[in-house]
């Protein structure tokens, strides 16, 4: 076929007018351009400041980088929102290298949430720093730096690019090696603030705790710049995660492009069951138009499998081209050397279409790109916009389509535009008062610093803990301090990538030599890694032969197999305790604490495609106990409702309510679990919980507890427009038979609703 | 820039200067642990400094005093060694002063380790003199370090792991108490666990000094506490104020120390070949280590004596190690006669690279190509039966192999 080049315009032009792509798309949306706000340098701005900006071609700030600039010289602690592309980094870049070329003593500290990213902005910072002409060192430090240059990175690095894990477990216990930079400290850069949600983001916020106490230590004193992708709540996240008061930054005056969103729906093609044509297809065949049309495009896929999917049915487009390189995948997984390659490949060109998962989603450098494809929504909206923000060259025109998934939570966003586009981002939260991960710090706190009888940990009055530490026999207590004395080394046993604090570690034994290939906290692992589970790790399937539940130890082997596991797991749920509680005419809404007891039971065996049960078997793991954080809604039994009918019907509410929590607070669908019960235990009523999956709770349940009446209207709202007749996988779930399930969901929802709404 | 705005840059910069110039921290002095009597009672000493308080042992020896296979005096004549020899990272002289080092701490590693015991054993001509200082309690850290002197005596600091851990920890406790007490001073290091390793590689399967002591030292200790216990018995102590299972890892340091006096005096015998006293390896692993230092004649001669004294068998690598500084003095043919003297003594790993060296000498420098092409290709055969190395390694040697093997064979048909 003889295909040509075309513009973004052009293109949109002829897709006007074709009636196959216009009967899936949902709708179209053109956000226009916004030209650029400057203001001139600063006054004080040095002189080797302004020429090394100068020599890359600017004359003057976008307004958000000089305002950066006035409150980091002002001493004030700041959150910048700055969307993609936005020059971001010259808000930190700026005050940290003029502070430093005022005073070579000055050290900074650069905080990326991954190893990549510390790497990624080190070529950036070095060039700005070679064009000044000035000497100024800047390492990143992390697992990967060699020994050799360790020791030089501590004493003489001005500006250490690291990551909280080697924070938390390289950096803070060992702060002795590193006086100069403790004693210089003036700035710490957190980018990225809004990766730092949920458990991850609670444990971020005791590292930077503990990191505060040993600036203190030594006498300083940081200023905190974070910058962040658009969310609801930047300052509040900021402040707590750093417990500090920020000042907000929250217009950019960056150039913006026009942008036109395409919202593409795949047809329907089971009217009963509502199926709907496959998301991965659609996007193949968009890309294919794209591809032709010479259009540079990034194309997001949630998972590294869908990722290689669409690589193989793209890189047919050029197969009988001789070593075309033109199309490209890009995951976590792939060797640092190779992502290198592509991302250069993306800047000059050479590559015209790139397929990733979320990883490129981040600040990594690949210059812009003409269009964006989303497969499926990306789970939250600043997600969506990091992702929608790849496409969109200064003040060319961009697209970006996003194609809808059969997700309950897909289906709302691509029939609800006002949702993407209005100006309601996610939450993001965190919870540092989770007494688990609290305990854990303080414990790596005591590790590094002695607690006298007086001293609080950021804003915890703790010499209770601390007592109860003692008599656990790892702090001593003399007649002035609290010391840590045990072999232990605390920051080993505590990661800050999951609330649970044992993992299992994943063994391959398909060579000789075993290998380690990953880690799965053990409540995942119930589910995830029993004996018999295929377990997927970088799109290779293994089978878990052993699994060793004492030493928390899974042996897998390579397989190549047609199906996939799924496992059940049981819940029962106790109250332990109730904090707050609101009684309605004939409900209860409940926020406290619970005891959760989980216990696998069978897994399936599931066959790729056609998603046929082949097989099952039963699990042997002992049942789990987790304390957590849930609010819970009880009510009266509907008359002349079995229990059975019951049971069908809040399940179906569960998995409908589950599906839209993401739409309300900034978290991973799994963050939080919705667990109905017929007959709760404590109160013999049917009962709907939803809990923290993470011990201790991080704080969204109790969100939960305030908006639940809200999450309810929209749910019902959803399972009515869905245009199933009796349930599908986008509303309510997938369902057996053709019954009355939806009519039964949407009873269970509106009487908790109606009870909600009614005012005593 | 005005003239204005550059005085008020200038002011600003003035408020710096001035902020980060921090005022010590006025020290307080803590208090004196209540348990210090019962610690008394179990042997120890109070002492009492500006810091604080600190517990103390002093123990003196004879110079006839006999640990082991050594008496402690012979170190005087191990010294008297090193005064005439060649440069080597050993070497002392009698202007020094040795102080043999170890310590006993509360962990392994990071800020949150605590070093309780402070050992040190050294000699004034007249008598050895070992002093433990033990910390009273964490409060009182500063009162320890500063007891030490290590702020202000000048010492060639012995110890065994001591330059990568008892040292590093000693720095990060200085660090902790900086605002207080003197700086640390830099000490010249010896750590016998370098040369340890050196000496016994392929001849020991733990370095670990108490395995050192019974195969090398001849000593065995009777009632010693496993050094994994120290924490503790260490926390224990200042909980309950019962120092009679502190006083056994007291010992055990008191024990350490001494093996430390006769392990130089052994390495150093070896190191000058007193008497062929030793396994075969060892005196291997001492030649080659005379030739990584570039002292080649000593080397060859070390290497030459092991091929002399001992059995065939057991002189694959001193051959093997001789043929390679033969090359390098481009004595290809002697080279090539000691690589094949070497083969039938030495593990899969060597005779791989002995064919290596064998085809290369062959190759490059006799030129014989039959004889060049054998060699390859007999450790072609060796790389493929060996079943320690993963088909990663074996990968990347058959690549290296294949391209010799084409090479000449290529120059064996021109």
Known sequence: ???????????????????????????????????????????????????????????????????????????????AITPTASGKSLCYHLPVLQEIINNKSSRAIYLFPTKALAQDQKTDLNELIEATGEEILSYTYDGDTAPGIRTKIRKAGHIIMTNPDMLHSGILPHHTKWVSLFENLKYIVIDELHTYKGVFGSHVAHVIRRLKRICAFYGSNPIFI??????????????????????????????????????????????????????????????????????????????????????????????????????????????????????????????????????LELGVDIGQLQACIMTGYPGNIASAWQQAGRAGRRQDEALIIYVAQSTALDQYIVNHPTYFFGTHPEEARINPDNIIILMDHLKCAAFELPFSMTDTYGEFTVQELLAYLEKEGVLVKTSTQWHWMSDRFPAHEISLRSAAQENVVIIDMTLPQNKVIGEMDTYSAMTLLHEEAIYMHQGTQFQVEELDWEEKKAYVREVEVDYFTDANLAVEL????????????????????????????????????????????????PPMEMHTSATWVSFDMPENWSEEQLTDALNGAAYAMGSFIPLFLH??????????????????????????????????????????????????????NCPCKSGCPSCIGAQDSLGDSK?????????????????? | ???????????????????????????????????????????????????????????????????????????????????????????????????????????????????F???????????????????????????????????????????????????????????????????????????LLHSTKRL???????????????????????????????????????????????????????????????????????????????????????????????????????????????????????????????????????????????????????????????????EHHLRDYEEAKVYTQTGLQLISSHEKWSSLQKEKQFSKWEKRLHRITNKLNK
């Open chain 2, 200 to 362: 016994w590689k392929n001849d020991l399967g733990k370095m670990k000094l108490t395995t050192i002591e019974q195969e090398k030292l001849g000593f065995q200790r009777v009632g010693d506490i496993p050094g994994f216990l120290a924490p503790i018995i260490y926390l224990d102590a200042v909980k309950s104020g019962q120092a009679d299972a502190l006083m056994k890892v007291l010992h055990h340091n008191e024990w350490d120390l001494l093996s430390l006096v006769t392990l130089y005096i052994h390495s150093t015998q070896l190191l000058f070949q007193k008497e062929i006293s030793d396994s075969a390896i060892t005196y291997t692993n001492i030649g080659k280590w005379y030739n990584d230092l570039k002292q080649k004649n000593t080397g060859i001669n070390v290497l030459t004596t092991v091929t002399e004294h001992f059995d065939i068998t057991d002189t694959g690598l001193a051959h093997f190690y001789l043929a390679m500084e033969q090359k390098r003095a481009c004595q290809y043919e002697q080279a090539a006669k000691s690589l094949i003297k070497a083969l039938p003594a030495i593990d899969i790993p060597f005779q791989i690279r002995a064919y290596e060296q064998l085809a290369i000498i062959a």
């Open chain 2, 1 to 115: 820039m005005s003239y204005e705005n550059k005085i008020l840059q200038m002011k600003k910069m003035l408020g710096k200067k001035t902020e980060t110039k921090q005022e010590k921290p006025a020290f307080i002095k803590p208090d004196v642990p209540n348990y210090i009597g019962k610690w008394q009672q179990a042997g120890l000493t109070l002492v009492e400094n500006d810091f604080g308080v600190l517990f103390k042992r002093v123990v003196t020896y004879p110079l006839t005093y006999r640990h082991g296979h050594y008496e402690l005096q012979e170190l005087f004549d191990a010294i008297g060694l090193w005064e005439q020899s060649e440069e080597h990272p050993y070497a002392v002289t009698s202007d020094e002063t040795l102080v043999f080092f170890d310590t006993e701490t509360t962990g392994l590693k990071g800020v949150g380790t605590h070093i």
């Open chain 1, 1 to 79: 076929m003889f295909s040509k080049k075309k513009s973004i315009s052009e293109l949109l032009q002829a897709w006007q007018y074709d009636e196959e792509l216009k009967e899936n798309i949902v709708h179209w949306h053109t956000l226009d351009g916004k030209a650029a706000e400057y203001e001139p340098f600063p006054e004080e701005l040095h002189p080797s400041l302004k020429s090394a900006l100068q020599k890359r071609g600017i004359e003057q700030l976008y307004t958000h980088q000089r305002e950066a600039f006035d409150k980091a010289v002002r001493g004030v602690s700041f959150t």
């Open chain 1, 667 to 720: 978290c991973d669908r799994s963050d939080l679990s919705v667990v109905p019960q017929v007959k709760a235990v404590h109160n013999d009523r049917p009962t709907i919980f939803i809990y923290d999956s993470y011990p201790g709770g991080i704080g969204l349940s109790e969100r939960i507890y305030d908006i639940l009446l809200s999450l309810l209207e929209r749910t019902i709202e959803h399972v009515e």
């Open chain 1, 743 to 760: 009519k039964q969901v949407l009873k269970v929802l509106t009487i908790l609703k109606d009870e909600m709404e009614w005012l005593p």
């Open chain 2, 117 to 191: 015991l402070l050992g040190f054993l050294e000699t004034d001509g007249e008598e050895f003199t070992l002093t433990q200082y033990v910390l009273a309690d964490p409060s009182n850290e500063a009162a320890l370090l500063f007891e030490s002197k290590l702020w202000q005596r000048t010492a060639t600091i012995v110890s065994y792991n001591g330059k990568s851990f008892d040292w590093p920890q000693l720095e990060t406790r200085w660090t902790l108490n900086q605002a207080y007490i003197p700086k640390l001073r830099q000490q010249k290091q010896i750590d």
């Open chain 1, 574 to 621: 106790k109250v332990l305790s109730e904090d707050k509680s609101a009684e309605y005419k004939s409900a209860t809404v409940s926020y406290g604490d619970v005891g959760l007891l989980a216990i696998p039971t069978i897994f399936k065996k599931i066959r790729f495609n056609t998603h046929d049960n082949i097989g099952s078997g039963p699990i042997s793991i």
């Open chain 1, 226 to 359: 974070c910058t962040s992708a658009t969310i609801k709540n930047p300052k509040e996240l900021a402040e707590t995660l750093t417990n500090e008061k920020h000042e907000l930054i929250a217009k950019s005056g960056a150039p913006i492009g026009k942008k036109t969103f395409i919202f593409y729906n795949p047809p329907i093609v089971n009217t009963t069951f509502g199926v709907r044509r496959s998301a991965v297809l659609e996007v193949r065949d968009l890309s294919k138009r794209l591809f032709e049309a010479g259009i540079q495009t990034i194309i997001f896929a949630k998972s590294r499998v869908r990722v290689e999917m669409l690589v193989t049915y793209l890189k047919s487009l050029t197969a009988k081209k001789i070593q075309d390189e033109s199309i490209q995948g890009y995951r976590g997984g792939y060797l640092p050397s190779e992502r290198r390659a592509i991302e250069k490949g993306l800047r000059d060109g050479s590559i015209q279409m790139v397929v990733s998962t979320n990883a």
